[in-house]
């Protein structure tokens, strides 16, 4: 009875997918399940539930999801631990790929047949701190008020990753005609660190998708671009001495200030002069300066300064061009102050190098998430996301999930329970699309 009852809450977790009818032999654990589009049967498949644990619904797993803290200085590996547990229950196969410095981990998986054409279901499974934030509930905890899902993760994007899991069941019972794959990754909020080896075993490893679907907050819209980053770390180098004797010496945090003040100057050129009708918000590449560190008294030369600045940019070549004027510039305050002291110096390393969403060739990415979204609608983000790299493979790709990128990283993190409905909906859909 057990695993009858596993099946059919299988089932029963997408009502309006299947027809359900008992095997007439009571001693043998399975049930028919039946697809239905529309009014007629496409196809009928007997899920043999041996093995089989009980399914959760989408609410359940989210809760499930938010209790495992993957901040991202922390590892992943419990979530991922989970979640392959309960895929070796039910006969499914994944593969593991370890991050080389240990402790966390994407993780891959397919549902239905070794064939090319395939939808990609893309998240990302860490989530930003809570440090300094005030909650009026446990973070990790999921708690409803109002209607609404609260937990850190909800949102970004754990939301989309229950949405897709409790469907597996419903998956396996449907007799996919084109595979339904699964890429959770590492480390997307701090350089998406996990997604170039996660791309790599899916294009090694998986016959040639043809969609990929990445459910970042979205409110289930379209977007088919974003904008790229390059994060920046740069470094001057000064020459130490008493403050009051400035000829002996090169104060590092003047130099870097008058380089940032050359970023300054170019954002604000890119500002004056915006592109229109791109979508984007603010239309124009983006320069900023984050984070400032130099000097260690306040009556010492500094011997050295580093800050870190980003360039977001809807084109990859535009992103180059500002890297290429700033370095330019670095040179020039550079050959200044090693005449005087050769022991000075500048460098730039560059931290991450994200490209953009570009919408190029995604076309069957948007007509299929169209489809499954019921809208026809598309928008451009400026935030950055991992569309990028699959688009980069050469894989047709767009973003759409559940929740709002409002939302996202804030104290009180939430995901309205139609917004999960609607994630809920988009995986009947995918089912019904994958099975034609």
């Not at 990790?140 to 939301?159: I, N, P």
Request: hydrophobic residues 40%; contains cysteine; glycine residues 8%.
């Amino acid at each position: 009875m057990a695993y009858e009852a596993c099946a059919e809450a299988a089932i029963s977790a997408c009502p309006r997918l299947f027809r359900l009818s008992r095997h007439p032999d009571r001693h043998v654990h399975c049930v028919a399940a039946t697809l239905v589009s529309g009014d007629s049967p496409v196809t009928g498949q007997t899920l043999t539930t041996t093995n089989c644990v009980d399914p959760a619904s989408a609410r359940e797993w989210l809760a499930r999801l938010v209790a495992f803290d993957t901040t991202s200085r922390n590892s992943n590996l419990a979530l991922i631990e989970a979640v392959e547990t309960w895929l070796d229950s039910l006969g499914v196969r994944s593969m593991r790929i370890a991050a080389t410095e240990g402790g966390k981990a994407n993780l891959l998986f397919s549902i239905g047949p070794e064939v090319a054409g395939g939808v990609v279901l893309s998240s990302h499974t860490d989530v930003v701190p809570i440090d300094g934030q005030d909650w009026n509930s446990d973070p990790w905890t999921l708690s409803e008020r109002e209607r609404r899902l609260y937990g850190r993760g909800t949102a970004d994007m754990k939301g989309f990753i229950a949405a897709g899991l409790s469907r597996v069941p419903a998956m396996l019972a449907a007799g996919l005609k084109r595979p339904i794959h699964f890429a959770l990754s590492y480390d997307e909020e701090v350089g998406l660190l996990g997604a170039p080896s996660l791309i790599e075993a899916l294009m090694a490893r998986v016959p040639r998708p043809g969609v990929v679907i990445v459910g970042e907050p979205t409110g289930m819209r379209l977007v088919d671009r974003h904008k790229g980053i390059m994060g920046l770390r740069t470094t001057v180098l000064g020459h130490e001495a008493h403050s009051s004797q400035t000829h002996l010496g090169v104060s590092a945090n003047i130099v870097a200030t008058r380089l940032m003040s050359r970023i300054v100057e170019i954002a604000d050129r890119l500002a004056s002069t915006p592109a229109t009708g791109n979508g984007f918000e603010p239309p124009h590449t983006t320069v900023t300066i984050g984070l400032v560190k130099g000097g260690t008294a306040p009556n010492i030369l500094a011997r050295e300064c580093a800050f870190v600045w980003d360039i977001r940019s809807a084109s990859p070549n535009e992103a180059r061009a500002v890297y290429d004027e700033v370095r330019a510039y670095a040179r020039e305050l550079e050959s200044g102050i090693r005449a005087r002291f050769p022991d000075c110096g500048i460098t730039t390393e560059i931290l991450s190098d994200v490209p953009p969403l570009t919408g190029e060739g995604n076309a069957p990415a948007l007509a299929l998430a169209s489809r499954l979204a019921d809208t026809s609608d598309s928008e451009a983000a400026s935030y950055v996301s991992e569309a990028g790299l699959f688009e980069l493979a050469g894989l047709p790709t767009v973003i759409c999930g559940p929740g709002w990128i409002a939302q996202a990283h804030q104290p009180d993190e939430y995901l309205e329970l139609s917004q999960l409905a609607a994630g809920e909906s988009f995986m009947d859909r995918l089912i019904e699309e994958s099975c034609q």
